[in-house]
């Protein structure tokens, strides 16, 4: 079977007049990328759909660009990719992460070589035999006690019984366990001189979290004996405390179950259950994965206790409608809904569910006149629009919203929403022409240009002015996130 890897490649030193071609090589020139990363490993599929797209982070001055494959990640095939002509002198970072893995994986290339991650050429410095003996001595005392926080773990999960300790020690062995497995990996590649400074090694998989960029430590910072000194010396104290959590679940232990979440359900439970959404995700994931429609309904109840305003109501009636078919306790929700219901957009939601999920288009269409008497912008006044065509079909009164969204529009996304339904809906391109000038007119910002520019040129279909627009707001891009995003527009 094969193995799903993220694959991200970071290419830096390049040069910068050659930026352009290079994001041509990785975007538009696929099939010769493909070959070359399958180099070394012919059965590598990349998934040409999750082929991500190449982007310029002015910050860093790099390129970046993450994929999806099979058969894992291919260190080969980015090695013959950095000895592309085009890449001459670039430093090339590659991770991949393979699913159901916890840990990383790291490599540095230059000119089709492997290097360190400082560029240069490795040296594998291998530790002598007195410092992986001592350790491997090391290690003992914190294996003794990892294995009898497993076993103590294992009874929990065979017996059901809830994680619930005063400082969630045995929840957080969970993870600890995973940052465990990362950290012996570690010792191992440095038995082998794979590892020189803590850029080379997993530091997101070491210390449990998702994203490396959290993470503020020295990359220099030299792999060796105090190293695994100091991480060595963490698990033990994260081990101790874990075992002391294990033993307090297992010794007050609570057997009536409909007062707990019960522990077989730790593969969806979230790790920290905060507000009404959370039990009503939870509750769904129950009765998808297990079948329990009544720990569902359960969880449903909680989720009824923790809401706080009109769309909680509406989330869980939603749910409890199409997952326990249970419509009586969706009227009730709907109803609650409702009482809670504060500005249009409360009002809109709930009548577009109710016409829906109750079939009642007389309680939908009283909710959508409150929802008008509550509107005083003209997102409002659209919002309704969009629910009353397509719930009621009332294209009179879908027209006197429209025209109403026009007295109240202010904004450069209120006049970009009115020229594309003057254009789509009511085939007026005149009218669409005279409010993206208007939007132009109050655009001032990055995302008021993209905006205006991907309707004129996708919806107006004036590619000349469209061009012109998105060079604006090119312009006016101050971060790497605006750069992602004009990019993406402009591909499509």
Known sequence: MANICKNYLSIAEYD????????????????ATFELLKTGMPEFRIYDDDFGTAYYEKETNEIHLSFLSAWGGNPE?????????LLKNTFIKYSRKTEGDPSAEKWFFKNGESVNSKGEIKTNRVPSQKEIKKVENLFQDVEKLFKKASKLSEKIDNEEIDREDPNSESLNFLVDEERYEVFKDICESWKEGNNETLTDIDMAGLAGVEDEGDLEYNKDEIVNVDFFIEYTGDFISMFEEAIRGLKYCIDNNVSNKQEKTTYKYKISMPQKIENSSDFVKFSEDVILRFEDKDEGRRLFEKAEENAENSSDFVKIANSVILKIVDKDWGKVLFEKAEENAEISKDFVEIGSSVSRMLEDKDWGRRL????????????????????????????????????KSEENAKTPDDYCTIAAIAISEFKDKDKGLRYYKKAVDKSDKFSDFLSVACGVYNILEDKDWGRRLFKKAEDNAKTTEDARLLKLNQLR
């Open 16 to 31: 910068n007049g050659k930026k352009d071609q290079i994001i041509e090589l990785l975007d538009e020139d696929r099939d």
């Open 368 to 403: 959508f006149e409150q929802a008008e008497e509550k509107a005083n912008i003209s997102k409002d006044y659209n919002l309704l629009r969009v629910y009353v065509v397509g719930v009621l079909e009332d294209k009179d009164w879908s027209k006197s919203l429209f025209e």
């Open 77 to 85: 095939g980015v090695c013959a990719l950095s000895s592309h002509n």
